[in-house]
């Protein structure tokens, strides 16, 4: 029997047996404020985005799930289903040692990711999935681009930053130390340098807009 994971804004996730195969399906529901002709091209196209971005990362060697079955008339993926938790969770239960070199691991994985032009767009302790082996996933590429812009690259680790402070502020500042240091074996140090600078003008930017709205109320 199906069983749900996710509903988000733009499509619904579930875990389907499917020939003897556990997987899951990510399906985009149609909107019906959307003139249905349009609706469904952009659902299309979504999907089909999302699949070749799985499949570059795939070439990249950056661990995500395998696609096995497309269907662009429903605006289904059908993918591995990775047996885990999520690394919001993980943290929650780890020791040091573990933390230490899951995030250097998880630096270098996001650092190949980014040489191959890709941001995720939405790289959060939720979309990583970590198996029983500590190996690790990302997951949900809705968000996700093919881009040069050193901006939309170091969004990807602002947010990640975030996330962490958000949920695990205790562990918070060792994770990302050792984070930058894994991404920086993989992007090497200069690019790694350009990313930081870029982080601190993100992190300007949003304390200029919190005091403006301060100020404003």
Request: charged share 30%; with cysteine.
């Amino acid at each position: 029997m199906d069983s749900v994971i996710r509903i988000g804004a733009e499509a619904v996730v579930y875990r389907v047996s499917w020939i003897g195969l556990d997987l899951v399906c990510k399906h985009r529901v149609p909107k019906p404020y959307r003139i249905p002709e349009l609706d469904k091209k952009i659902r299309e196209q979504r999907t089909m985005h999302e699949v070749k971005i799985m499949l570059m990362l795939k070439k990249a060697y950056v661990p995500c799930p395998a696609v096995v079955l497309v269907n662009l008339v429903d605006a289904e993926i059908y993918m591995q289903y990775i047996e885990g938790v999520e690394l919001r969770d993980w943290l929650s239960k780890a020791n040091m040692e573990s933390i230490v070199k899951i995030a250097r691991e998880l630096g270098r994985i996001v650092g190949r990711m980014h040489l191959s032009k890709i941001a995720h767009g939405d790289l959060t302790t939720s979309n990583i999935i970590i198996d029983r082996e500590d190996r690790m996933y990302l997951i949900d590429f809705g968000l996700s681009i093919f881009t040069e812009d050193i901006e939309d690259i170091a969004v990807d680790i602002h947010l990640l930053d975030r996330s962490l402070q958000s949920t695990h502020y205790n562990i918070h500042k060792i994770f990302m130390e050792n984070f930058l240091q894994g991404y920086a074996e993989t992007a090497g140090k200069d690019f790694t340098d350009k990313i930081k600078r870029k982080i601190r003008e993100i992190r300007m930017r949003g304390r200029y807009v919190e005091e403006r709205r301060r100020c404003v109320s």
